[in-house]
């Protein structure tokens, strides 16, 4: 049934209902008529807009005019509503390339602002690393005295000469008895001296859990240069604070950890130094580089006493005797040497005929007559230094060997290689009693134990140190370099931990 609206007599488009009379009114006529008479229209009672109820209908479609009614007034409508199809649809299409070109600008603007922050970023960096080097070298200069300008009518004193490093030929000149002897003697000596010790932990050295609280104290970034980055080898000066640093740079550095100064910088390798160690009585320093040259300079007159031209291939290790006299090297040329430091003449060079690879690494034992060896095929051997033959073989890693580390004690061995494992080794029973399997991709660069035997530091992807007893437990981890650590030291009775990077930083950690 249609509404009918009381007043129009037409079907409302809006029906309400007065609740005065309960007639059905169009909305619009209704609120008209109230706000003109403020009365009800049927009954003239008084009527607000409140006393308005809305009906709620399904919307009536309104018949069309008479002029829609005719197929020519149809095609007629037909084709405005076309045109105004069209029309809107062109004005959309203008619209939507005026939005892609307002997006491909923005997007232009923020790519070149990228690219100028990019640009400047770069050129900060260069900057703090420029000047990170030039601290330290600034420091250097400020302490060497000005020479004073001599005057214009005073005679030219003769240029004195400079001191000329001696080369010494790859020729071996044999052990002789009294070198044999005084190694038998420092052998003897070492081995008393360390029984004495036991196996206490010494006095004064820190617990594990005081290590677990070493954190990095300092970080020196500016010692090699920002050019060739990378600090691949580090050594410690016993019994001061004085640290030695090979480089990418093809450089060693001293520097003082307490005045954090560079002492001095010595430059001779002509390709980076892999292996540095320095004397525990003297201010001699050993170097080694792929170059195939051994160096031992004099840390006082800042100049390269020898050159050592043992090996044929890359020098890959190098360990100081504990005499203080000589030195080992070995080479990826198969080869081992040992060498008189103070007068740099090679005494021996021995090659081994059972394998076929390169050597990757060596060290003496605590007690110096025997020494371990690393090769490329994975093998770790025992040599027995008086009859230069190997005396035990350690297979089990894989991969070329990385690092091989005496514990001061003079019974275990620490080896590593390509396979994410350190092995230790009972040199008593000649056997391996403990694996300890690291994380996975993570490569040793370097093993230490520290002077008394009870700790282990590796360095690799990070720094972590591991307490020796029969379950090896974790320490302490450092992850602080921002690239692998390519070295680790213990400072003297474990007061502090150092170590280097790829990210050409020398990071000190020490009690909080």
């Given at each position: 049934m249609a509404l009918i609206c009381s007043i129009s007599n037409e079907v409302p488009e809006e029906p309400v209902i007065s609740l005065t009379s309960k007639h059905v009114f169009e909305k619009r006529l209704l609120e008209k008529y109230i706000a003109e008479n403020g009365t009800d229209p049927i009954n003239g009672e008084p009527l607000s807009d409140e006393q308005i109820v809305p009906i709620n209908t399904t919307p009536v479609?309104?018949?069309?005019?008479?002029?829609?009614?005719?197929?020519?007034?149809?095609?007629?409508?037909?084709?405005?509503?076309?045109?105004?199809?069209?029309?809107?649809?062109?004005?959309?299409?203008?619209?939507?390339?005026?939005?892609?070109?307002?997006?491909?600008?923005?997007?232009?603007?923020?790519?070149a602002a990228c690219r100028v922050i990019a640009r400047q970023d770069k050129e900060v960096t260069a900057a703090r690393e420029a000047l990170a080097t030039l601290k330290p070298q600034a420091a250097l200069a400020a302490q060497q005295p000005i020479a004073p300008v001599p005057a214009p009518v005073a005679p030219a004193e003769p240029a004195r000469p400079e001191p000329m490093e001696v080369e010494t030929q790859l020729v071996p000149i044999g052990l002789s008895e009294e070198v044999l002897q005084q190694l038998h003697q420092t052998h003897v000596k070492l081995?008393?001296?360390?029984?004495?010790?036991?196996?206490?932990?010494?006095?004064?050295?820190?617990?594990?859990?005081?290590?677990?609280?070493?954190?990095?104290?300092?970080?020196?970034?500016?010692?090699?240069?920002?050019?060739?980055?990378?600090?691949?080898?580090?050594?410690?000066?016993?019994?001061?604070?004085?640290?030695?640093?090979?480089?990418?740079?093809?450089?060693?550095?001293?520097?003082d950890k307490e005045a954090e100064k560079i002492i001095c910088t010595l430059k001779g390798h002509t390709k980076k130094v892999t292996n540095v160690v320095a004397h525990p009585n003297e201010n001699t320093i050993i170097s080694a580089s792929p170059d195939t040259h051994v160096r031992i300079w004099d840390i006082g007159e800042e100049n390269c006493k020898h050159t050592l031209r043992i090996h044929d291939g890359p020098v890959t290790g190098l360990s100081l005797h504990p005499t203080g006299d000589y030195m080992l090297s070995c080479s990826a040329d198969q080869h081992w040497g040992f060498s008189d430091i103070g007068t740099g003449k090679l005494l021996c060079k021995v090659a081994d005929q059972s394998v076929s690879h390169g050597l990757t690494c060596c060290q003496f034992?605590?007690?110096?007559?025997?020494?371990?060896?690393?090769?490329?095929?994975?093998?770790?051997?025992?040599?027995?230094?008086?009859?230069?033959?190997?005396?035990?073989?350690?297979?089990?890693?894989?991969?070329?060997?990385?690092?091989?580390?005496?514990?001061?004690?003079?019974?275990?061995?620490?080896?590593?290689?390509?396979?994410?494992?350190?092995?230790?080794?009972?040199?008593?029973?000649?056997?391996?009693?403990?694996?300890?399997?690291?994380?996975?991709?993570?490569?040793?660069?370097?093993?230490?134990?520290?002077?008394?035997?009870?700790?282990?530091?590796?360095?690799?992807?990070?720094?972590?140190?591991?307490?020796?007893?029969?379950?090896?437990?974790?320490?302490?981890?450092?992850?602080?370099?921002?690239?692998?650590?390519?070295?680790?030291?213990?400072?003297?009775?474990?007061?502090y931990v150092a170590s280097v990077s790829n990210d050409r930083t020398l990071k000190f950690y020490s009690p909080n």
């Open positions: 479609q309104r018949p069309r005019p008479p002029t829609a009614t005719s197929i020519p007034a149809i095609l007629k409508i037909l084709q405005d509503e076309w045109d105004a199809c069209m029309l809107h649809s062109y004005t959309l299409r203008q619209q939507l390339q005026m939005t892609r070109q307002e997006l491909s600008y923005a997007l232009y603007q923020h790519d081995t008393s001296l360390r029984k004495k010790r036991g196996k206490e932990m010494p006095e004064g050295l820190p617990t594990a859990a005081q290590l677990k609280h070493y954190t990095q104290s300092s970080s020196h970034p500016g010692l090699h240069s920002a050019s060739l980055p990378g600090i691949l080898c580090l050594d410690l000066l016993p019994g001061s604070k004085r640290t030695v640093t090979g480089g990418a740079d093809r450089n060693i550095v001293v520097f034992h605590p007690d110096g007559l025997i020494f371990g060896t690393g090769t490329s095929d994975s093998l770790v051997k025992i040599w027995d230094f008086k009859e230069q033959k190997s005396a035990a073989n350690f297979p089990g890693h894989s991969g070329p060997i990385s690092a091989i580390a005496f514990s001061e004690n003079g019974y275990y061995l620490a080896t590593s290689a390509d396979d994410e494992v350190v092995k230790l080794w009972d040199l008593r029973k000649l056997r391996n009693f403990k694996t300890i399997s690291l994380d996975d991709k993570y490569t040793v660069r370097g093993l230490t134990f520290d002077n008394s035997g009870h700790y282990l530091a590796v360095s690799g992807p990070d720094v972590r140190v591991y307490q020796i007893s029969k379950q090896c437990d974790l320490v302490v981890t450092w992850d602080s370099h921002t690239q692998d650590s390519t070295d680790v030291k213990f400072g003297p009775d474990v007061s």
